[in-house]
């Protein structure tokens, strides 16, 4: 679909929708009445984060009915480029509110741009581009120039003050892309980037610490996801392009790994930092069916190429997934 056009002359903007409750205040319920399919999946994952070499924490609920699996779900974690999600769900917000337009341009320097090995970080020619599109880039390629950008448009303090609307206590943005960047500069010291396959100097990383970057929990982020996909953050047009936008990720070696269909649509986001790697997103089945999940991990080896860490992330998802479609 086209993106929408904010017209030129509207009634008053909607009044801010309080957000759902707390996505944690729900206690859990006894191990007795948790599914026997919920528990062989849980045991499952676990195993299989093991088996990959990696600490893990996965939240996967049904959209339309709230149920959910979780395995250390409450943990916070740093976020990386998943705090992306936030950032674009508080772009759409603003600008059903009207205080962003989505079609205004925007001069992208060649100079001073944001580390990245993707999008306008990899080019060397000054750009001009729509907020959305920069919104697709930031997705699509994780695009951390097009990222900071729509933070200096919107700004943290409102990324935070969006998702404390929407009930998410514990997402929390401190630093744009830049910031985590200049960060692990410092951390790494005069040696630069091979100091990072140290694994000392990458325990002590700030990156990392979820005390002192940007971070959530696996089940807030299911619980954003989930809004974003039942109309909650934006109406509409605008979360229809949302949604659209989260589509666009090129990346299938993680979370869409797991669901090798052709009718399975698979809406997603990466995060990835020393030892890090994440995917947030939602699976949508042929009979309606919609998922939300999140899959975070930690490897014990600080090697870039681990495609076994990768792929877990797959695994993890389809059996959480699968617990939640069984009967």
């Not at 480029?81 to 772009?91: D, E, N």
């Not at 205004?104 to 581009?129: I, N």
């Not at 974003?228 to 979370?255: F, S």
Request: proline content about 10%.
């Amino acid at each position: 679909m086209t993106p929408p056009e904010p017209p030129p002359a509207q009634p008053p903007p909607p009044p801010e929708r309080p957000g759902p409750p707390r996505p944690t205040d729900a206690p859990a319920p006894p191990a007795s009445r948790v599914p026997a399919a919920h528990r062989t999946a849980r045991s499952r994952i676990r195993q299989a984060f093991t088996e990959a070499g990696v600490t893990g924490q996965l939240h996967a609920r049904d959209i339309d009915t709230g149920a959910g699996l979780a395995v250390a779900a409450d943990t916070p974690v740093s976020t990386a480029s998943v705090h992306k999600v936030c950032l674009l769900a508080t772009l759409y917000r603003e600008a059903e509110h009207g205080r962003v337009d989505l079609t205004a341009a925007v001069d992208v320097p060649a100079e001073g741009r944001t580390p990245g090995p993707t999008g306008l970080g990899a080019m060397r020619d000054a750009a001009r581009l729509s907020l959305r599109d920069l919104a697709v880039l930031a997705v699509s390629v994780s695009d951390n120039t097009a990222a900071d950008v729509l933070w200096d448009t919107v700004g943290i303090e409102a990324v935070n003050r969006a998702m404390t609307a929407l009930g998410l206590t514990r997402t929390t943005a401190v630093q744009k892309v830049r910031d985590l960047y200049a960060a692990l500069a410092e951390d790494a010291g005069p040696a630069g980037a091979p100091a990072l396959l140290d694994p000392a100097r990458v325990a002590r990383l700030r990156a990392l610490d979820p005390a002192r970057t940007n971070r959530s929990t696996p089940r807030e982020l299911t619980a954003l996801l989930a809004a974003v996909w039942r109309d909650e953050v934006c109406t509409g047009a605008y979360a229809a392009d949302l949604r659209r936008t989260l589509g666009t990720q090129a990346w299938g070696h993680r979370l869409a790994s797991g669901f090798p269909f052709d009718d399975v649509r698979i809406s997603g986001k990466t995060g990835t930092l020393p030892t890090l790697r994440h995917e947030i997103g939602v699976v949508e089945y042929p009979d309606g069916g919609r998922y939300a999940v999140a899959v975070c991990t930690r490897a014990a080896a600080t090697a870039v190429t681990l495609p076994a860490a990768d792929a877990v992330i797959g695994t993890a998802a389809r059996l959480a997934v699968d617990a939640l479609r069984a009967p």
